[in-house]
């Protein structure tokens, strides 16, 4: 007896000493089991400071599956929607609790305000999720044009729907954070998640990077620009009210109409003159007239943009007012900082409003988007790097995945596509240079400034996500990495999902 206690002893300790965390059974009441982990082997401080050496440790397989998709926003959801109809065993995994990324968790309705009279649109699942939406009652018109607000608390309901019906698996509350190669290749073979589960590892033949930083792409190793912290697009702390007397706002609205030219009220904004004249949705001088009243302080100078969807019951969502500049969305202070200040600028922006604009005299705060809305970090340095002459000159390429509306918003550049021009986007933005069976898509595919103001909107995110989770799946099929897949091959089988290439 004394040698089995001894064994079993021993047998605790070397688990331990290798990392491994086991559960340990106290005893079992009428309320549950009483259980307790085994702490942690111990890890050692750096002589040089500032570092903490973690000890090695044996992870647990949580799964395996032929594509995985890290991410499960508007390019996330394309990609594993992608892989799975070209028939590949796809999971979704997503950091939140939810799907939709940036629609559902910051509560950014539109993915395709920009679609004025004359546009050519892209097609494909972005196009199919704004449709699906509406149909399940998810949606109303956009103010100005026939584009859709999505109902962002209900998409997560279409996002659902979407994943289920297509035989993808989801994992939700689970965050990448390290990545494992195949032995001392180039290639992926993995990823290491935390969660509430623990430290897992989840193995897959191919990996599709959704994550909007490039995260994984970023712990593999591969190459990536960033745009100086002094230029980066700003952050928008999005928020929601009610109360609202819709009638008495739109008729503001009308007798104080506001155009795209009055985006160049406060900065020097490039466009090509059509956009001036255009109907939009914005508020801006209202808030001058706050900081005038002595209503809210005069250093908030963020506050600005635009207002979307308003419902019958007095709701207007996605008001996109409160912005900061300055904030690095990959370090965790700055994103800490903005989180907190974005609240405080949002409540000044409501204050204003209730104040200065005939209709929101009672309105009241509803609720902040789950976290913030971003649009500029990391990019990769990718097998083609898209430019501002490629998205402003109807650029064509061999590898197309497919296409985009000539829209750029971002860096003080507007451009909207009502004439009917586009530009390709290709295959090459999305294969990243020093790591194979990885692909990048979404908002941090391969570019400069300009082409990056076209590629972060939420339906070119779609056009990436989409043709990453094809390329992927086909790649399988053909039993090469995804740096060598035959294009044409790709290409056939985007058409075939109804993708518009050319």
């Known amino acids: 007896m004394d040698e089995e206690k001894y064994k079993a002893r021993a047998e605790r300790m070397i688990t331990r000493w290798a990392g491994q965390r086991i559960t340990v059974n106290r005893e079992t009441t009428d309320e549950g089991d009483v259980m307790r982990h085994a702490p942690p082997a111990l890890g050692e401080f750096s002589e040089q400071g500032g570092l903490y050496i973690e000890p090695a440790k044996a992870l647990p397989i949580l799964a395996e599956c032929e594509v995985l998709v890290v991410g499960g926003g508007p390019s996330g959801l394309a990609a594993a929607l992608a892989a799975r109809r070209a028939g590949a065993d ?90 494992i190669f195949d032995g001392d290749s180039q290639r992926l073979k993995g990823i290491v998640t935390e969660s509430k589960s623990g430290r897992q590892v989840i193995l897959a033949n191919r990996i599709i990077d959704c994550t909007g930083d490039a995260d994984i ?13 002094d230029k980066m697009l700003g952050v928008t702390t999005v928020f929601n009210a009610s109360g609202v007397d819709k009638a008495r706002f739109l008729q503001y609205t009308e007798e104080q109409p506001a155009t795209y030219a009055d985006w160049s009220r406060t900065w020097d904004q490039e466009t090509t003159g059509k956009e001036d004249v255009l109907r939009s949705p914005y508020l801006d001088k209202e808030f001058d007239e706050a900081r005038r009243l002595g209503v809210i302080p005069q250093n908030t100078t963020n506050l600005g943009g635009s207002w979307s969807a308003l419902t019958e019951a007095g709701e207007a969502t996605n008001l996109n007012l409160a912005h900061q500049n300055g904030i690095d969305c990959t370090d965790v202070m700055d994103l800490t900082k903005a989180e907190m200040q974005g609240r405080q600028e949002a409540l000044y922006a409501l204050m204003a409003l209730k104040k200065v604009v005939p209709g929101f005299e009672n309105a009241k705060l509803r609720n902040f988007g789950m ?29 197309s ?31 990243p240079l020093e790591v194979d069976n990885l692909l990048v898509a979404g908002r941090c595919v391969a570019g400069d400034m300009v082409s990056h103001a076209a590629m972060r909107n939420m339906m070119a995110c779609t056009v990436t996500g989409q043709g990453a989770g094809v390329a992927a799946a086909v790649s399988l099929q053909q039993q090469t990495t995804t740096a060598n897949v035959d294009i044409a091959l790709v290409q056939a089988e985007l058409a075939r999902q109804g993708v518009r290439l050319h």
């Open 90 to 179: 796809t999971i979704l995994l997503e950091r939140f609790g939810c799907f939709g990324g940036v629609i559902t968790t910051v509560g950014m309705e539109t993915l395709a305000w920009y679609r004025y009279e004359g546009t050519v649109e892209s097609e494909g699942i972005g196009v199919e999720m704004e449709r699906r939406a509406a149909q399940m009652g998810g949606a109303i018109k956009w103010p100005y044009n026939d584009s859709q607000c999505l109902d962002a608390d209900f998409f997560k309901v279409v996002a659902d729907h979407l994943v289920r019906e297509a035989g993808i698996r989801p994992i939700l509350h689970c965050l990448a954070v390290d990545v």
């Open 217 to 229: 792409a970023h712990l593999a190793g591969a190459s990536y620009r960033k745009t100086p912290k």
């Open 371 to 399: 976290t913030l809305g971003t649009r500029d970090s990391r990019k990769i340095i990718g097998r083609y790097n898209l430019t501002g002459d490629d998205v402003r000159n109807q650029a064509k390429f061999e590898d």
């Open 401 to 431: 995945v497919g296409i985009f509306p000539e829209f750029i918003d971002g860096y003080n550049v507007l451009i909207l596509p009502s004439t009917g021009r586009y530009f390709e986007v290709p295959y090459g933005c999305m294969v």
